[in-house]
């Protein structure tokens, strides 16, 4: 399969630069903006993680789990030292399966130890990433040429140099068709295919299908009211949850539930793929759950589906907010076979407040809560992404007042929602 021809790059502050490789605009001008990111001073190499022709589940799970771990040895010595950007690889088609993860690796020096480092380093893995190298020259035209492990020959350039001109941005970012298949999962099985793939390597795996199948298929709501309170870290929300459910006198539940909250931690360290199918899993087996109570009382849920949706996007789509998929878009709506809520609320504080409760609490913080007190960007995303949720769409709920004052709020929504 041919290599896809163009580029995504993201480039500090979050924008995200389009540049096309070779026959894409051939008779284009020079461009100083791709001088300036790709050309001297210093020198830039590709690397991206292809995919295996057909792009099964358990290809992606490989592909994913390659680029973490290709992640973690270029930061590392003595690569550490050069400048690391993410970077996606696409066709200028888009459409589903097209897309390969990896990164832009910039040497200020153009130190020759730089590329002595990556071919040792993919040498360990023929079938790994793809390495290209970037060279620019004195009218500011940039080229790229691949470079190949061959056998008994070591590493060669193959093929032409192709130029690099900078390209129009696509009206969608190029991972969205992806994400229904990596992260924010339309029904059970997709997600369920995902943990299949990763049984030989992650062996709770099979405990958590094991749990999700005792789960009855399909699940009804009973006829009391069902309400998901969900919210950023810090927000609040453990105490809504709790307040709302003694004064409803209804049962709390948690998503991911109890029975797999042990496995968090392994999970919380694999790649999106493999993360966002354990929480959406988690999800269908606390749907068994509201299914039997709500027969009997009323249902708090603390968090559900929205948040393991806007996770997912907010970590898989580069770049700003402008690059997240519009609202309405099909992302956004509720999974077909997921027992519905009959309300969901979305607590709200400050960026100022949040990091003022955060600091008093000192608690465990997984990667994603630890990113969003980190990255400003990545946490806008997120609370977006909850608001463009639909079908059902959240109730925003600013939580900055006093509990007493945040808890009547709630109540009067829920009393005005579900009668």
Not at 84 to 111: I, K, N, Q, T
Not at 253 to 265: D, E, T, V
Request: overall charge neutral; charged content about 25%; aromatic content about 6%.
């Amino acid at each position: 399969m041919a290599p896809p021809h163009r580029l995504a790059l993201e480039l500090p502050g979050c924008a995200l630069a389009h540049l096309a490789i070779g026959g894409d605009a051939p008779d284009a001008l020079p461009d100083p903006r791709v001088a300036a990111l790709l050309g001297p001073p210093g020198r830039s190499y590709s690397l991206c993680v292809p995919l295996a022709p057909g792009g099964d589940c358990a290809a992606r799970v490989r592909a994913a789990r390659l680029h973490q771990r290709l992640l973690h040895q270029l930061r590392r010595d003595p690569l550490r030292r050069c400048q690391l950007r993410r970077l996606l690889c696409y066709g200028p088609g888009g459409g589903a399966g097209g897309v390969e993860h990896g990164f832009l690796l910039h040497d200020p020096g153009d130190s020759p130890d730089t590329r002595r480092a990556l071919f040792s380093l993919l040498g360990e893995s023929p079938e790994g990433p793809r390495l290209g190298e970037f060279v620019g020259d004195a009218q500011q035209q940039v080229w790229q040429h691949l470079w190949e492990l061959r056998d008994g020959a070591g590493w060669q350039q193959v093929g032409p140099r192709e130029r690099v001109v900078a390209a129009p941005e696509p009206a969608l970012h190029p991972v969205v068709p992806d994400l229904p298949s990596s992260g924010v999962f339309p029904h059970r099985e997709a997600a369920r295919a995902v943990l299949e793939a990763c049984i030989p390597f992650i062996p709770e795996a099979r405990a958590v299908l094991d749990l999700v199948d005792q789960c009855l298929e399909p699940v009804q709501k009973g006829k009391f009211p069902v309400i998901v309170i969900e919210g950023l870290d810090a927000t609040g929300k453990t105490t809504v949850t709790q307040s709302v459910s003694d004064s409803l006198t209804a049962v709390l539940l948690k998503s991911p539930p109890a029975c797999i909250s042990r496995w968090r931690k392994i999970f919380d360290d694999e790649p999106t793929i493999i993360r966002r199918a354990f929480y959406s899993l988690g999800n269908y087996i606390v749907a068994s759950e509201i299914a039997k109570e709500s027969a009997r009382s009323p249902v708090i849920v603390d968090r559900y589906w929205h948040s393991t949706a806007t996770y997912a996007i907010a970590t898989e789509v580069t770049g700003g907010l402008q690059h997240l998929p519009p609202a309405h878009h099909p992302i956004y709506q509720w999974p077909r076979d997921l027992l519905k809520p009959d309300l969901v609320l979305l607590l709200t504080v400050s960026p100022e407040e949040r990091m003022h409760r955060i600091e008093g609490r000192g608690m465990e913080r997984t990667r994603e809560e630890a990113e969003l007190e980190a990255n400003s960007i990545f946490r806008q995303k997120v609370e977006v992404s909850y608001q463009r949720m639909e079908n059902p769409g959240c109730h925003v709920v600013d939580a900055s007042p006093s509990r007493e004052k945040v808890l009547q709020t709630v109540l009067s929504i829920i009393q005005n929602n579900c009668n």
